[in-house]
């Protein structure tokens, strides 16, 4: 009787967590769309803001967003692949893949904050590239490495070893039995480590606030990396805290909200099509 009774409380108190997490999540995202989505106009996302006409417009937010999101990538993905690739494939010292992934472990833990900090001190002021956009990307690159590494590293070892076995009795080299057998088989990881480094990076601020500004200035993409500008995380910051337009940051919010759920939606199926894929 005693363990039934240990039994039933500890299912009631799983279901208990499961239902006051669920309910957590679906008040944020209703309460955040509720007050956020009314606030939404064309004008808002189509238009600069303008200090002389009160006008306000995150067009310039948005596409700040963008080049950052594209300038991390570009670094983050050859990077962080290139090292899953090494520590799975080619090293051999089990001390140093253990001492790497170890650094790796701790850069996953350490607060935004800080990066944003090393990032001024190092790019900004060090390298001499100012407060710009391309500063806050390779901030932004240095936090998700681990996040790209680990996810195409574990990919990796989901690769069937009489898969190489087979490439290197076909007479392949190494290289090219990577390049052409385990690669495709773990593209699935990869790709699932880029989703999840955009929602990362869609969800940063403080380390931005330090390295990439928060200029509302409209340019482009080349022009626009070597500059300041606010992404839509930090322009929320801004027009709530500093400027106090609550409806423009819950319009933000809702942007941003939106755009997670389409990111967590776009890795899920892509998650399963590749693994069907791979089931036939």
């Given amino acids: 009787m005693k363990r039934k009774a240990y039994i039933l ?4 108190l799983m279901i208990l967590s499961a239902v006051i997490t669920c309910g957590l999540v679906l008040f944020l995202v209703i309460y955040v769309l509720v007050k956020g989505l009314p606030n ?24 700040n967003t963008l080049y950052i999101i594209i300038a991390a990538l570009v670094v983050v993905i050859p990077l962080g692949a290139g090292a899953a690739v090494y520590l799975t494939e080619y090293a051999q010292n089990r001390k140093i893949i253990s001492l790497i992934e170890y650094a790796a472990e701790t ?21 001499n590239m100012q407060t710009s956009l391309l500063a ?9 490495l681990p996040t790209v590494m680990r996810t195409t590293q574990e990919s ?26 385990v690669l495709p088989g773990c593209i699935d990881g990869i790709i699932t480590g880029c989703i999840l480094s955009v929602g990362r990076i869609l969800g940063e601020s403080a380390a931005l606030l330090f390295t990439a500004g928060f200029a509302h200035a409209l340019n482009g993409f080349f022009e626009g990396l070597g500059s300041a500008g606010a992404t839509l995380t930090v322009a929320l910051y801004v027009y709530a805290k500093e400027r ?18 389409l990111i967590d939606l776009l890795a899920a199926l892509v998650g399963k099509y590749f693994k069907k894929r791979r089931s036939l």
């Fill in 136 to 144: 806050g990307a390779l901030t932004l690159v240095i936090m998700n």
């Fill in 244 to 261: 106090g337009e609550f409806g423009v940051a819950f319009a933000i919010a809702a942007i941003l909200m939106m755009l997670t759920l």
């Fill in 40 to 63: 939404i106009t064309w004008e808002m996302l189509s238009g600069k803001p303008s200090y002389l006409s009160q006008t306000i417009g995150i067009l310039p937010d948005i596409l």
């Fill in 156 to 181: 990796l070892k989901t690769v069937p070893q009489s898969y190489r076995e087979g490439g290197f009795g076909l007479g392949a080299g190494k290289w090219r039995v990577i390049r052409t057998v």
């Fill in 107 to 127: 850069l996953s833990g350490i607060p935004s904050i800080i990066y944003g900090l090393v990032g001024m001190l190092f790019f900004c002021s060090f390298l």
């Fill in 9 to 12: 409380m500890m299912q009631s």
